[in-house]
């Protein structure tokens, strides 16, 4: 479908069949946002947002954390996050679109899969188009920040398509975020698991990969997140060169080094 056959799919198709606690959740948890146009509402699309994106364990949160503690730009960070996009917008679709049951799904390997299906099937730009059918009730000042698109399709979409965007990638080397990821403890990370997959790292990477593994440095859990999330993101940063788009190499960066380059490429030109 194209991206207005996807919008009108999902307005007319699922959110009527989204049950009233989930409808009810958008207006009260996002009070500032709203599924379609209403007086006092913007389209995302028309607003400068600001977009954190990276893998799992590539230092989001760290880096947020970070850039709040500095304090020396002022945005909005009310906007739906990644997962729960997804719980509005993108699995119900599937679901309707594979004539499944709305249901929620927690198991991280069966959440990919519905998201690459409405990927696939219903709208190419996955959470970079859902994302521009938000409206925002916005106060014509503050920028909007959020980190919900994941990978090369995702932001080359937004790119294209949402100029007004701005995206700054963090990248980690995958050894590096294989230990990171193994140090979690999320539950959001609950994910069925089989024999360990080293296909997704870069060949040379792949031996000590296994020597961390047989040591207990990082975990088949770890291997398998990030297994999911190449066959779903791919295993590369976005390729293409634009002016509102940096890729941060964090093996480089402290947490305030990061903030600090996060904030003055995603905030440029604004007053601290």
């Known amino acids: 479908m194209d991206a207005d ?5 999902y307005v007319n198709e699922v959110w009527p069949r989204l049950g009233e606690g989930l409808r009810a959740r958008l207006r009260e948890r996002w009070p500032n946002v709203r599924l379609g146009p209403e007086a006092g509402y913007t389209p995302l699309s028309d607003l400068p947002l600001r977009l954190l994106c990276g893998l799992t364990g590539s230092g989001k949160s760290t880096t947020l954390a970070a850039l709040q503690r500095a304090g020396r730009w002022r945005y909005r960070d009310d906007l739906p996050a990644r997962r729960d996009l997804a719980d509005l917008i993108i699995i119900p679709a599937a679901q309707v679109y594979s004539a499944a049951a709305i249901a929620p799904v927690r198991d991280r390997g069966e959440r990919f899969r519905w998201t690459q299906l409405f990927a696939q099937e219903i709208c190419h730009g996955g959470s970079a188009t859902a994302f521009s059918w938000l409206h925002y009730r916005h ?3 503050t920028a909007l920040l959020n980190e919900g698109l994941r990978g090369a399709r995702e932001i080359g979409a937004a790119l294209r398509h949402h100029p007004r965007w701005r995206i700054a990638e963090l990248w ?5 975020r294989l230990q990171r990821l193994s140090g979690r403890d999320d539950a959001f990370d609950a994910l069925a698991t089989g024999a360990a997959d080293l296909g997704h790292l870069p060949a040379a990477q792949r031996e000590a990969a296994r020597q961390l593994l047989a040591a207990g440095v990082i975990s088949a859990r ?4 990030a297994a999911a999330e190449a066959r779903n993101y791919g295993d590369r940063p976005w390729g293409g060169k634009a002016v509102n788009y940096r890729c941060l190499a964090m093996d480089q960066l402290t ?3 990061a903030a600090r380059a996060v904030g003055e490429f995603l905030f440029a030109g604004e007053a601290p």
């Open 222 to 225: 770890a291997l398998a997140i």
């Open 255 to 257: 947490p305030a080094g």
């Open 172 to 176: 980690l080397d995958p050894l590096t």
């Open 5 to 9: 056959a996807a919008r009108s799919f």
């Open 139 to 141: 106060d014509g000042e």
